[in-house]
């Protein structure tokens, strides 16, 4: 991490600053007359391989911050709910051991772990995305070449014949319907009406070592039993990942195609489908010593999947859930494996999470579809050092600036409405290019009945050090009759709802003093950039000047 700090600086002096505009100065405009559409919570969804966290000191707490951070209800999704074993979480690995097969062949279901791990979601107040995997060991069908059951981090994982196909497919569906059963019995046919089925994990790649059509008898086995103890449970899938390669494409072309055309292997009868799902994500890089994300490729992966969706006229208004969501694909691989991960402790990464957000709207509106989640894949790990740079919103139960756009985004409800900004990078340019060249300087805003919010970001794909944007924001729009507004002004940058520098600035403490981490703990809290204040309206007008980092991310939430 030193080496790449190093690095980074040299190459800033070297070089010079980010590429920026000719002028710092922004102007950026809303206007709450103009709705553009609902604002959809699309980021109340987050998810982790390690479903055994769930139950853990830390996953405890982050659990009820989670809940906290929204007024809607937040959704948990997590690897591993079928998988065998001891119920220890190791990286990219959980276990429930729900599922073993007796001396005579006939199955044994034990709910004990899984009941642990379901109990703290109901205690936490979140809902589960109950994703159905991965296959227990004693219906795991044979794979030549695949030997072991669990294959350990960090080697490859999925290699392992937890992700091989069931051996027999009616006792897979049975163990479905045992599982939803036990649900419905614990937790109350209401609550579980609420959750959402997905089967299996990408299942285009290495995790499932069969063929698509055999993903495919699968899928309409798992929501025959889904379906068999509660008819009206939310089933979907395929959870492929994102459809920028042409097999991906494919896979979820075609899955759509099965649950359209064809008839269930399990039944005879039409297939259900209630919702759509895939991963896409982004890829950063490191580049002459700094790291430069990845934003365009999680962009034309969400595009290139809302556009199949939207092939089917059946199909186009079902919910899209982005299952993971993110600026690359693993989670466990930290920044000493891959130092481009070093995005992931500073505002760097809310700043990219505030940009994608307004994006995937954005694409959402061109292909009309009904996007419902943009599901993000970080929680945290157990006994990890601090800031060691997995994908997490905290680490040892101190919250990371990340975490801090989605509590931005808590505040946003009602109507989106029409913005523009003159630093704005245009949605087909940073599909094509990133952004790459000028950064992006652009705004999300909602108006509810009584306020309204707005969150603003410098966005840059490098992390370089660069001039602050000077942003004059003017509000329209607000209702007659309105003589003054309360302003709130929260802020992500380098100083401000920042952890990660407050344990730099101590030293970089591995055995933080308990007055150092209850200062780390406030650090990570969303920090207010000023105090209140009250605005005066003219004309249904206000403006609003600040200096806005680069990487940086504003919230202003007016009421009235």
């Given at each position: 991490?030193r080496?790449l700090?190093?690095?980074?600086?040299?190459?800033a002096?070297?070089?010079?600053v980010?590429?920026?505009?000719?002028s710092?100065?922004?102007?950026?405009?809303?206007?709450?007359?103009k709705?553009q559409?609902p604002f959809?919570?699309?980021?109340?969804?987050f998810?982790?391989?390690?479903?055994?966290?769930t139950?853990?000191?830390y996953g405890?707490q982050?659990l009820r911050?989670?809940?906290?951070l929204?007024?809607?209800p937040v959704?948990?999704?997590?690897?591993?709910?079928?998988?065998?074993?001891?119920g220890e979480?190791?990286l990219?690995?959980?276990?429930?051991?729900i599922?073993?097969?007796?001396?005579?062949?006939?199955?044994?279901?034990?709910f004990t772990?899984?009941?642990?791990t379901f109990d703290?979601?109901?205690?936490a107040g979140v809902?589960?995305?109950v994703e159905?995997g991965?296959?227990?060991?004693d219906?795991?069908?044979?794979?030549?070449?695949?030997?072991?059951?669990?294959v350990h981090?960090?080697a490859?994982?999925?290699?392992?014949a937890?992700?091989?196909?069931?051996?027999?497919?009616?006792m897979?569906g049975?163990?479905?319907?045992?599982y939803?059963?036990?649900?419905?019995?614990?937790?109350?046919?209401?609550?579980?009406?609420?959750?959402y089925f997905?089967?299996w994990?990408e299942?285009?790649?290495?995790y499932?070592?069969g063929?698509?059509?055999?993903y495919?008898?699968l899928?309409d086995?798992?929501?025959?039993?889904?379906?068999?103890?509660?008819?009206?449970?939310?089933?979907?899938?395929?959870?492929?990942?994102?459809?920028?390669?042409?097999?991906a494409?494919g896979?979820?072309?075609?899955?759509?195609?099965?649950?359209?055309?064809?008839k269930?292997?399990?039944n005879g009868?039409?297939i259900?489908?209630?919702?759509?799902?895939?991963?896409?994500?982004?890829?950063?890089?490191?580049v002459?010593?700094?790291v430069?994300m990845?934003?365009?490729n999680e962009?034309?992966a969400?595009?290139?999947?809302?556009?199949?969706?939207?092939?089917?006229?059946t199909?186009?208004h079902?919910?899209v859930?982005?299952s993971e969501?993110?600026?690359?694909?693993?989670?466990a691989c930290?920044?000493k494996?891959?130092?481009a991960?070093a995005?992931?402790n500073?505002?760097l990464?809310a700043?990219?999470?505030?940009?994608?957000i307004k994006?995937?709207f954005?694409?959402?509106?061109k292909?009309?579809?009904n996007l419902?989640?943009?599901?993000s894949?970080?929680f945290?790990?157990?006994?990890k050092?601090?800031?060691?740079?997995?994908?997490?919103?905290?680490t040892?139960g101190v919250?990371?600036?990340?975490?801090?756009?989605?509590?931005m985004?808590?505040?946003?409800?009602?109507?989106?409405v029409?913005?523009s900004?003159?630093?704005?990078?245009?949605?087909?340019?940073i599909?094509?290019m990133?952004v790459?060249?000028?950064?992006?300087?652009?705004?999300?805003?909602?108006?509810?009945e009584?306020?309204?919010s707005?969150?603003?970001?410098n966005?840059?794909?490098?992390?370089?050090p660069a001039?602050?944007?000077?942003?004059?924001?003017?509000?329209?729009?607000?209702p007659?009759?309105?003589?003054k507004?309360?302003?709130?002004?929260?802020?992500?940058?380098?100083?401000h709802?920042?952890?990660?520098?407050v344990?730099?600035s101590m030293?970089s403490?591995?055995?933080p003093?308990?007055?150092?981490?209850a200062?780390?703990k406030?650090?990570g809290q969303?920090?207010?950039?000023?105090?209140p204040q009250?605005l005066e309206?003219?004309?249904?007008?206000v403006t609003?000047?600040?200096?806005?980092p680069?990487?940086?991310?504003?919230?202003?939430?007016?009421?009235?």
């Amino acid at each position: 991490m030193r080496k790449l700090a190093i690095t980074l600086i040299c190459t800033a002096l070297m070089q010079g600053v980010a590429q920026t505009p000719a002028s710092n100065s922004v102007s950026i405009q809303v206007d709450l007359a103009k709705p553009q559409g609902p604002f959809k919570p699309i980021y109340s969804w987050f998810g982790y391989d390690e479903s055994n966290y769930t139950t853990m000191k830390y996953g405890k707490q982050l659990l009820r911050e989670l809940h906290d951070l929204s007024p809607v209800p937040v959704y948990i999704r997590a690897h591993h709910l079928l998988t065998s074993g001891n119920g220890e979480p190791e990286l990219k690995w959980s276990s429930s051991n729900i599922f073993k097969v007796d001396a005579n062949g006939k199955p044994v279901y034990d709910f004990t772990i899984t009941d642990q791990t379901f109990d703290e979601f109901q205690k936490a107040g979140v809902r589960p995305m109950v994703e159905l995997g991965f296959m227990p060991k004693d219906l795991a069908a044979t794979v030549p070449g695949v030997d072991a059951y669990q294959v350990h981090y960090p080697a490859n994982t999925t290699s392992g014949a937890s992700n091989n196909p069931p051996k027999d497919y009616a006792m897979w569906g049975e163990l479905v319907r045992r599982y939803t059963e036990h649900l419905v019995e614990r937790y109350g046919k209401a609550e579980i009406s609420t959750w959402y089925f997905e089967v299996w994990n990408e299942p285009d790649i290495s995790y499932w070592h069969g063929t698509q059509s055999e993903y495919f008898k699968l899928y309409d086995y798992a929501v025959d039993g889904v379906r068999a103890a509660l008819p009206n449970a939310i089933v979907g899938g395929p959870a492929t990942t994102g459809p920028t390669s042409e097999k991906a494409a494919g896979f979820l072309d075609n899955f759509l195609k099965h649950c359209l055309n064809d008839k269930s292997a399990a039944n005879g009868k039409p297939i259900p489908l209630d919702f759509i799902s895939f991963h896409p994500k982004g890829r950063p890089t490191v580049v002459d010593g700094h790291v430069r994300m990845g934003l365009s490729n999680e962009l034309k992966a969400s595009d290139a999947g809302f556009r199949i969706v939207a092939k089917y006229p059946t199909y186009i208004h079902l919910p899209v859930i982005l299952s993971e969501a993110d600026p690359e694909g693993c989670a466990a691989c930290s920044m000493k494996v891959n130092p481009a991960n070093a995005y992931r402790n500073g505002p760097l990464y809310a700043t990219y999470t505030a940009a994608a957000i307004k994006a995937l709207f954005d694409l959402q509106d061109k292909s009309n579809v009904n996007l419902l989640a943009m599901l993000s894949w970080s929680f945290e790990f157990e006994g990890k050092e601090y800031f060691e740079g997995f994908r997490t919103l905290a680490t040892n139960g101190v919250d990371k600036p990340v975490l801090s756009v989605f509590r931005m985004a808590g505040m946003m409800s009602g109507e989106r409405v029409l913005t523009s900004s003159t630093g704005q990078v245009p949605l087909d340019d940073i599909l094509t290019m990133g952004v790459t060249h000028a950064p992006d300087v652009d705004a999300l805003a909602t108006k509810a009945e009584h306020g309204a919010s707005v969150m603003l970001w410098n966005y840059h794909d490098d992390d370089l050090p660069a001039p602050a944007a000077e942003v004059q924001m003017t509000v329209t729009g607000i209702p007659p009759g309105v003589k003054k507004v309360l302003l709130e002004h929260y802020r992500i940058d380098g100083t401000h709802s920042n952890s990660y520098s407050v344990w730099k600035s101590m030293g970089s403490p591995q055995t933080p003093t308990p007055e150092q981490y209850a200062q780390l703990k406030e650090a990570g809290q969303l920090e207010l950039l000023n105090s209140p204040q009250w605005l005066e309206v003219s004309a249904g007008k206000v403006t609003i000047s600040t200096d806005l980092p680069r990487q940086a991310t504003s919230m202003m939430r007016f009421t009235w």
